[in-house]
């Protein structure tokens, strides 16, 4: 299957601080990609779907300027977490397919804010 | 508004053994369903994709099928083993639109 390379897998960051996350479709071009949120021994949470050249699109109740997307080419999408504080940490897993076939994900980000 | 429910929701069994792991959705128009396998502090795998017009998907010990009208979709695992243990999760799509993942269920087999 095609390959969804995340990085990176875990990150340590203090409150107040940015964090940034990638997401790359190694060996496919993905014109959408989807960012996901999860909670321990929950299933995914979707946080929103990500166009190339355009604005991302939010699930009600996240905040998009907080988890701030960027689709800059076919190939990357980018979470960046603003101003995070403790209650952002979570695992954060991205997505990519082409043309709505079949989905493949990313490894997942460990985020950690302390 | 679509929902996706699996049934167990966590499952030991001794290895060997041969399973089904349930997966029911409200609204049967779906464009393809997929099933996958987690590990922990991992992402997810992609184990098997079903087109709504299709009825099953294979692969090695995996068989997927696909019963729309009713809603439900299966996933079987033939003699399993260990390394199978896992949580599995089932995801529905409608049309061009987003994954709705199910609630997942844990696999334990031990030896």
């Known amino acids: 299957g095609a390959v969804v390379s995340q990085h990176p897998s875990w990150v340590i960051c203090k409150s107040g601080t940015s964090v940034k996350i990638e997401c790359r479709s190694l060996?496919?071009?993905?014109?959408?990609m989807f960012w996901y949120r999860q909670f321990p021994k929950q299933s995914l949470m979707l946080m929103a779907t990500?166009?190339?050249?355009?604005?991302?699109?939010?699930e009600q109740g996240v905040e998009k300027d907080k988890f701030l997307i960027n689709h800059a080419s076919l190939t990357l999408s980018t979470l960046t977490v603003t101003s995070a504080h403790p209650e952002d940490s979570s695992f954060y897993i991205c997505?990519?397919?082409?043309?709505?076939?079949?989905?493949?994900f990313g490894q997942g980000t460990r985020l950690t804010v302390v | 508004k679509q929902e996706v429910t699996q049934i167990p929701a966590a499952l030991s069994v001794p290895e060997g053994e041969n399973l089904v792991l349930n997966c029911s959705f409200t609204?049967?128009?779906?464009?393809?369903l997929q099933w996958f396998r987690q590990d922990p502090g991992k992402g997810l795998t992609s184990l098997l994709l079903?087109?709504?017009?299709?009825r099953e998907q294979t692969s090695g010990r995996l068989n997927a099928s696909l019963d729309k009208s009713s809603g439900r979709s299966t996933l079987y695992i033939a003699a399993s083993q260990p390394g199978d243990s896992a949580t599995y999760l089932c995801?529905?799509?409608?049309?061009?639109?987003?994954?709705?993942f199910g609630t997942g269920t844990r696999l334990q087999v031990f030896p």
């Open positions: 997505s990519a397919s082409q043309d709505y076939t079949e989905a493949f």
């Open positions: 060996d496919f071009q993905a014109t959408t």
């Open positions: 990500s166009n190339e050249g355009s604005k991302a699109t939010y």
């Open positions: 609204d049967s128009a779906i464009y393809n």
């Open positions: 079903i087109q709504s017009s299709q």
């Open positions: 995801a529905v799509r409608r049309n061009t639109d987003k994954l709705i």
